[in-house]
């Protein structure tokens, strides 16, 4: 490594999201399930998800984002791209390098990130470290999620709470001051806690067994109740230990922007930090929970609406499999999402 790294900081230079066309409402669910537009709104906050359209998989949703983030950077190319999914194309190899050259970018690096809801930041972790250290100058981030493909349709605990769709940051090497530096980054995981969010078939454990996986065990999985206190507990904890961090009050955050997986959490977090509800960045009505891609769509979507205007100091934190977590923050840059 031959260039000085200190003092140099990841600064978002361009955004972009997509969603797939397909808008599914809560009573097309209740032709086919026992549940309710009522019920999934009063519990959820859920109005519609968009849903990808048989043959369309998770790559095609990156590439979509991805090309927009390049777009709103103004023609920067990064020399890593990192993608993070719960639903890669293929068990192997990893679907970033196919994203990568589908876009172009010749030969980079480029590999998955697996951290379920909390995907996006812990790979804008990752590019954010490859910058800091000099092994990148600019990095693409994508978070992308085809995750109705994984679902049970005949499990309406889960069936109504997701949807599909892709987010994107491009990250260039610039001053920790500047607009839109990445400014403190906290992860946490708890592995005791893997049972709550799975697909218990499938890998290496499953298969080890050299018995037949139980068809239920072949889709995702997940035990709401403890997940919902977990998701409260570390989204609260981590989104402190970042405004500490960094030294903001919690009168200082002008957007609160959290994983979008129900909106009674989105609240309850909200809440305990103190932030007023109207800070909270909600678009979880209309996308649903779209796992690791959810917290730069809210972003691209408060950027589009004007929610989200230069200089607002925006505060981010998410929770999801593993058990995993994150938050960071950031002062919106002048960029307009692609
Ligand atoms: O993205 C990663 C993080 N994920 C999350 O953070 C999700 C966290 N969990 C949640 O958001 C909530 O726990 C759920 C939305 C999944 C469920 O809401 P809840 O208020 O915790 O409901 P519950 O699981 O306690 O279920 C209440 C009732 C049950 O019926 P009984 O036992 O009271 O008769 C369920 O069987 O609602 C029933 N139910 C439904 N009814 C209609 C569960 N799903 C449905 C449904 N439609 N889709």
């Known amino acids: 490594m031959d260039r000085p790294t200190a003092g140099r900081a990841a600064v978002i230079a361009g955004l972009g999201a997509y969603v797939p066309e397909r808008v599914v409402t809560n009573d097309m669910l209740a032709e086919h399930l026992d549940t309710s537009d009522e019920w999934i709104r009063t519990r959820t906050g859920i109005s519609t998800r968009h849903v990808v359209e048989p043959g369309t998989a998770t790559s095609d949703l990156a590439v979509e984002a991805g090309a927009r983030a390049l777009k709103s950077a103004g023609g920067l190319t990064p020399d ?71 679902l049970n349709p005949a499990d309406r605990t889960t069936s109504v709470i997701f949807g599909d769709g892709a987010g994107a940051v491009l990250l260039r090497a610039g001053d920790p001051a500047e607009p839109g530096a990445v400014k403190a980054l906290d992860l946490g995981s708890d592995g005791t806690g893997r049972d709550l969010i799975t697909v218990p078939a499938g890998g290496s454990a499953q298969r080890s067994t050299g018995l037949p996986a139980k068809p239920a065990d072949t889709y995702f999985q997940m035990d709401g109740k403890p997940v919902f206190m977990n998701a409260v507990l570390h989204m609260t904890a981590s989104s402190k230990k970042v405004l500490d961090e960094i030294g903001w009050q919690v009168s200082d955050v002008d957007a609160f922007v959290g994983h979008q997986a129900n909106l009674r959490i989105l609240h309850a977090v909200a809440d305990r930090l103190k932030i007023p509800r109207e800070k909270a960045v909600v678009n979880v009505d209309r996308v649903a929970n779209t796992a690791g891609a959810s917290i730069p769509l809210a972003l691209a979507d408060a950027a589009a609406d004007g929610t989200l ?30």
Do not use: Q
Not at 105 to 127: E, H, K, N, Q
């Open 80 to 150: 890593v791209l990192v993608l993070a999914t719960t639903t890669p194309d293929r068990p192997c190899p990893g679907t970033a390098p196919d994203v990568a050259a589908r876009l172009g970018l010749g030969r980079i690096p480029a590999f998955d990130v697996s951290a379920v809801c909390t995907g996006f930041l812990y790979a804008l972790a990752t590019g954010a470290g490859f910058i800091a250290s000099g092994l990148a100058e600019r990095v693409l981030v994508v978070a992308a999620e085809a995750f109705t493909t994984i």
């Open 309 to 338: 205007r230069p200089g607002d100091r925006v505060l981010m934190t998410a929770f999801g499999g593993g058990l995993t977590w994150g938050s960071t923050a950031v002062e919106w840059p002048g960029i307009e999402a692609g």
